[in-house]
């Protein structure tokens, strides 16, 4: 994705913010070519850089803008770990969006394959499991300096799941690659 589409995407995340607070629709002129579906997470920090709302859509199910704008809006008012944004807090937000490739299997005869098969900073991971599910963002392993397991530890407890469900073969992880781009420090 060339630069002006981010730049777009950036903007669109934060004017489907700020239209909500109006009660308007945010404007869509500009990226309607960015009509791909595509799993996309919208990612807000506050001033201080400390997570204030993470919210997306693993599989591709909406066009890249509507998807931007639904995770934009559900990351500001309906992350269950946080309260809503106020309105005031708006100018303080930083944006982050992180535009997903198609999750794939990651197929395994023995569990220490995981350890070649994942990428830290490269691959980001989905577990599924029959009593939960959980997805952690490529950039949540450098961020923590993760090694794999580490990654797929903390995998599991993002699902809800025991500590170390990633070794139990009922549960399927899978891996995917994101595009990372977010607005610039002030």
């Known amino acids: 994705m060339d630069e002006k589409d981010k730049g777009l995407l ?15 629709k945010p404007r869509l002129d500009e990226v309607k070519h960015l009509s791909d579906k595509r799993g996309v997470f919208v990612t807000l920090h506050d001033r201080g850089g400390r997570l204030r709302g993470c919210i997306g859509y693993p599989s591709p199910i909406y066009s890249l803008y509507t998807a931007v704008v639904e995770a934009a809006r559900s990351a500001a008012f309906h992350d269950p770990r946080f309260p809503p944004l106020r309105k005031d807090e708006l100018d303080s937000i930083k944006i982050e969006i992180s535009v997903l490739s198609l999750p794939e299997l990651i197929e395994v005869s023995h569990i220490n394959e995981y350890m070649k098969k994942i990428t830290i900073g490269k691959d980001g991971l989905i577990m599924e499991g029959a009593y939960g599910s959980g997805l952690l963002l490529p950039q949540v392993a450098t961020e923590n300096e993760f090694n794999v397991q580490q990654f797929l530890n903390a995998l599991s407890q993002k699902a809800g799941l025991s500590f170390n469900a990633w070794r139990e073969t009922n549960n399927k992880v899978f891996k995917f690659q994101a595009d990372v781009f977010s607005e610039s420090q002030d």
Do not use: V
């Open 10 to 24: 950036l903007s669109l995340a934060r004017d489907s913010i700020k239209s909500y607070f109006e009660s308007k």
